[in-house]
């Protein structure tokens, strides 16, 4: 079982740093690993906001549960219940805007940077184009006459 809560980014951490959560959270720990590193790893903060809502969304469904008397149903633990949701949302959203826009701005890794510089000093430019258009005849062999 793991240590760390998941979030809804964490397949998007393992697609950009290629490694695990848990790994990355590792190196984190007991290395200096780079900031970015650091910051994307306070996912820990969306996994709890998104913690939170299924917790808030679960005891709702338990106070509507048709089986309950409807003398216990209190509109006040609802209102209540509802903010709790809102913050919790508006809080998710903010983490996931924030952790997608650290990870869109974020350099490159190392080994994603040298095979992009590799890419980029195999590719060939276009010829530029002649200032004056060649004859119509040009490079074309001569027939020989008899």
Do not use: C, N
């Not at 309950?68 to 919790?88: H, I, K, N, Y």
């Not at 010829?127 to 040009?138: F, I, Q």
């Amino acid at each position: 079982m793991s240590r760390l809560k998941v979030s809804s980014m964490d397949g998007h951490l393992r697609e950009v740093f290629g490694t695990a959560v848990e790994e990355l959270h590792d190196a984190a720990t007991w290395t200096k690993g780079p900031p970015v590193l650091t910051s994307a790893l306070e996912r820990q903060f969306l996994a709890m906001a998104e913690d939170q809502i299924v917790r808030v969304r679960d005891r709702v469904r338990a106070d509507m549960d048709p089986g309950l008397d409807m003398g216990e149903l209190s509109a006040d633990q609802l209102r209540f219940d509802a903010q709790w949701l809102e913050a919790a949302r508006d809080a998710r959203e903010g983490y996931r805007a924030a952790l997608g826009e650290l990870l869109r701005t974020m350099p490159l890794p190392d080994h994603r940077a040298r095979r992009a510089r590799t890419t980029q000093l195999r590719a060939t430019a276009a010829p530029r184009p002649s200032a004056a258009p060649a004859p119509p005849r040009a490079g074309a062999a001569r027939a020989h006459r008899t």
